[in-house]
């Protein structure tokens, strides 16, 4: 079975801050993809990042840093000098292999608050 | 990209009625789309596995009879919830599967449909 934890229910930080959200997952397969979505309050889910089980290089988007670690099972996710706009609930979420196709297991989600 | 629309973005309903949710796949054919289920301040949890031509899949403790899943097309998924209750109240989402050679998985989500019954 895979299994997604985010063990930060919540976070709030002031405006500029860094901020990390943890993610850590279980799975058995040897192939396997990570996400990373955001949800605003609209509702909508945005996709933020898509990584394979075979690669891991870090990577970086604008303020927005990816750290994949096979050997810890764990892919964070930090968002540099934090603006309130980045206030949602994110999610890290694992699919793919040779159990589980395409479905998608979600972490149980992060309530990130930037304060002004 | 690929763009996922719902319809409707919300509905309120009478307890007892039945509603309607189409998820439809805009610009590429899905033969797989998820249905998902998310109450407030929870994770999305997946319901069913919808594919284009034959049965869903449900996951255990999703009643198949209350939640009828109709894949008819490449484009059109509908999630029915049949004699809705309060407790059926929540949003759900859907997402396709577009499949590209060499990355696969690749999974759009719609806008989400939230549910409210009276």
């Known amino acids: 079975a895979q299994k997604v934890t985010q063990a930060q229910t919540e976070i709030s930080v002031v405006e500029k801050e860094d901020v990390t959200l943890d993610c850590v997952y279980e799975?058995?397969?040897?192939?396997?993809?990570l996400f990373w979505y955001k949800q605003p309050p609209s509702g909508e889910l945005v996709f933020l990042i898509r990584?394979?089980?075979?690669?891991?290089q870090n990577e970086i988007s604008g303020r927005y840093s990816w750290n994949f670690q096979k050997s810890t099972s764990s892919f964070n996710f930090t968002i540099t000098a934090s603006q309130v706009v980045d206030s949602a609930v994110y999610f890290c979420?694992?699919?793919?292999?040779?159990?589980?196709?395409?479905?998608?297991?979600f972490g149980e989600g992060t309530q990130l608050t930037v304060n002004p | 990209g690929a763009v996922v629309s719902q319809h409707p973005s919300w509905v309120i309903c009478k307890s007892g009625t039945s509603v309607k949710i189409e998820c439809r796949s805009l610009?590429?054919?899905?033969?797989?789309m998820f249905w998902y289920r998310q109450f407030p301040k929870q994770s999305l949890m997946l319901m069913a596995t919808?594919?284009?031509?034959?049965?869903?899949?449900?996951e255990q403790g999703v009643e198949k009879d209350k939640f009828l899943i109709n894949h008819a097309s490449l484009t059109l998924s509908t999630l029915t919830v049949t004699s809705a209750h309060p407790e059926d109240s929540s949003f759900y989402i859907c997402?396709?599967?577009?499949?590209?050679?060499?990355?696969?998985?690749?999974?759009?989500f719609g806008p989400g449909t939230r549910l409210t019954v009276l």
């Open positions: 919808s594919n284009e031509g034959s049965k869903a899949t449900y």
């Open positions: 799975t058995r397969d040897t192939t396997y993809y």
């Open positions: 979420a694992l699919s793919g292999g040779e159990t589980s196709g395409s479905r998608l297991t």
């Open positions: 997402s396709a599967v577009k499949w590209r050679t060499g990355f696969s998985n690749e999974q759009f």
């Open positions: 610009d590429f054919q899905a033969t797989t």
């Open positions: 990584r394979n089980s075979f690669d891991e």
